[in-house]
C-alpha cells in the first residue's frame, strides 16, 4: 500500500500542474530564488537557547521562515518527493561544514534522526531518511565518501512535540532513542574500519547525525546520546573525538545567539 501511495506520489507530480514549494511561481518545483534561499548561503554553526546537555555541534543550511519552511512542509508533509535532491543538497553542505577536512578518513557515516512509525505510515514516506540519502549522493558526487546508516528507533512513544517548551521536549524525549537490533554491532564495525592507525581509537567523529529541523535541539540531544553509548562513549578510552551533527533548518534565533 505504500509503495503505490508513493507511486501516485511520483506519478502526480508529472501529471499535475507545477508551482514552486516556497513561493507558488508556477511551472517549476524550486524556483531559482526559493533554491538560493534553501542553499546559496553557507552553512552556519547553530545554537538554540537554552542549549540541552549533549548536544552536539549543529550546522544549518537556512533559517526555518518563509520559503524554506513551506518548502520542507511540502516534502515532509504533502509528499512532495522531488524537492528531496534540493533539500539532500542543502543538507550535504552542512555534513561537509561539520566534518572538516576529511584527510585519509573512511566514509562519513550519516545517521538519521527516526521518525515515529505511525507517522511514516501515515506520510507515505520518511522524509528524513530521504533527505540522508539524497546527501549522501550529493557528497559522493563531489569525492566525498559518505553513506546512510538509520541505527535509530523509537523505544517508546513520546508525546506530539508542537507546543512543548524547551525542557518539556528534554523531558519527553529522555531515553526515547535506542539502536536498532543489530544497529550497535554494525555502528561498531564501521567506526573499528576507521580506526586512527597505529592508535586503535574508535573514530566517532565520522558520525554525522541529520534532521530536518533544529528547534529546541533535544531531538538531536538523545540521538547522540544514544549513538554515544554504543559506540562506548563514557565506558572506555578508545573513543576518539564526539559526532556532530547537519539539519537543513534551523530556528531564526539559534542563527542569530551563534552570531552574538
Known sequence: MRNAWRAWQELSGLLLPVACAGCGRPRTELCTACGAALHGAPA???RPSPRPPGLPAVYAAAPYENAVRAVLLAHKERGALGLAGALGRALA????????????????????????????????????????????????????????????RQRRVVADQSGLGARQRRANLAGALELTAGGGRLLRQELLRQELPGHGLLRLDRVILVDDLLTTGSTLAEAARAVGEAGGVGRESSVHGVCRAAVVAASPTAFEINRN
Open 44 to 46: 552556519r554553526l547553530v
Open 93 to 152: 553542505g552542512c555534513v561537509r561544514a561539520g566534518a572538516g577536512r576529511p584527510g585519509d578518513a573512511g566514509p562519513l557515516l550519516l545517521v538519521p534522526v527516526p521518525s515515529a512509525r505511525s507517522s511514516t505510515a501515515a506520510r507515505g514516506h520518511d522524509p528524513v531518511r530521504r533527505i540522508a540519502a539524497a546527501a549522501a549522493r550529493d557528497l559522493r558526487r563531489a569525492g566525498l565518501p559518505a553513506q546512510v546508516l538509520p541505527l535509530l
